[in-house]
């Protein structure tokens, strides 16, 4: 029987899409700047880029309290590297537990707990070994996934303030850059090369919104509903296991977890997260 090993929940690879993206977008717009005759140069400016990034940096941390802050921060590397979640396994793991809790009861899973890296389904299983009723597991392990979603939708939301601030900072940067070329308004030639230069920085703006803040956010929220989807699929095996079904009978009650892994949750799901969340 397959075991539930690092690459069922926490063993990750290069998210391709994510690397593709961002060569495609910054290609298309460096390509379309030379096809209409202008020059990379035009573009790199550093002090534009300090005052967007910089800018942008402090609003975000007036906005958001410091731990909210620093868990945020930590999530950007799992916009580049994809959890290699794999439903497959935790079926066979839970029915490969069915099967020894059947022969020898559930206390015999008491061996297993330390061996499971994945702290929810390990704190699941515990409960379950320990006598806790069904229900009572459902209603705990339910809380946490509330929390869980809740928690990462706030790291979302960083990034989108992240995106929304941006624009705006880039066009305080414009419009310092115009107040350096109102200071030569004689010379006709530096105020056009000033006026070029000052909106560099309303470009860097839009561009880190739109290429990498607000996907950055709508990345973290899809890896958030494929850990959210795990968990589920974590707990109804668990809580089967727990009513004692049949090994065979808890696949085929897992069975459709495997298609649904990755798909925005029904109307009717969303409704009983909402309501559980006030009950919590």
Do not use: W
Request: charged share 20%; with cysteine.
């Amino acid at each position: 029987m397959a075991r539930l090993t690092r690459s069922s929940f926490n063993f990750r690879r290069l998210d391709f899409t994510t690397f593709a993206g961002l060569i495609i977008a910054v290609l298309g717009i460096v390509g379309g700047l030379l096809l209409e005759g202008g020059k990379l140069s035009d573009v790199a400016q550093l002090t534009a880029a300090l005052i967007v990034l910089g800018g942008t940096a402090g609003a975000v941390m007036i906005t958001t309290p410091m731990h909210l802050l620093t868990s945020s921060v930590k999530k950007l590397p799992t916009i580049f590297l994809h959890p290699a979640y794999s439903a497959d396994s935790l079926i066979q793991q839970i029915q490969r537990y069915a099967i020894k809790a059947r022969r020898s009861g559930l206390v015999s899973l008491d061996a297993e707990i330390n061996s499971i890296e994945d702290g929810f389904l390990r704190k699941a299983l515990t409960l379950v070994v320990d006598g806790t009723d069904p229900k009572e597991v459902r209603r705990i392990m339910e809380v946490e996934i509330i929390l869980t979603e809740q928690r990462g939708e706030a790291e979302a939301r960083v990034f989108d303030c992240a995106g929304g601030y941006a624009p705006t900072i880039g066009i305080i940067g414009a419009v310092l850059g115009l107040i350096q070329v109102m200071k030569h308004l004689e010379d006709l030639q530096v105020v056009g090369q000033g006026i070029a230069i000052a909106f560099v920085a309303t470009v860097y703006g839009v561009s880190f919104a739109n290429i990498f803040f607000l996907p950055a956010a709508n990345k973290l929220r899809a890896r958030l509903q494929l850990a959210i989807q795990m968990k589920e699929l974590a707990l109804e095996g668990v809580v089967a296991l727990a009513e004692g079904l049949n090994p065979r009978l808890i696949g085929s009650k897992l069975e459709p977890f495997k298609g649904a892994i990755g798909e925005s949750p029904t109307k009717e799901k969303r409704e009983r997260r909402a309501a559980a969340r006030t009950a919590a």
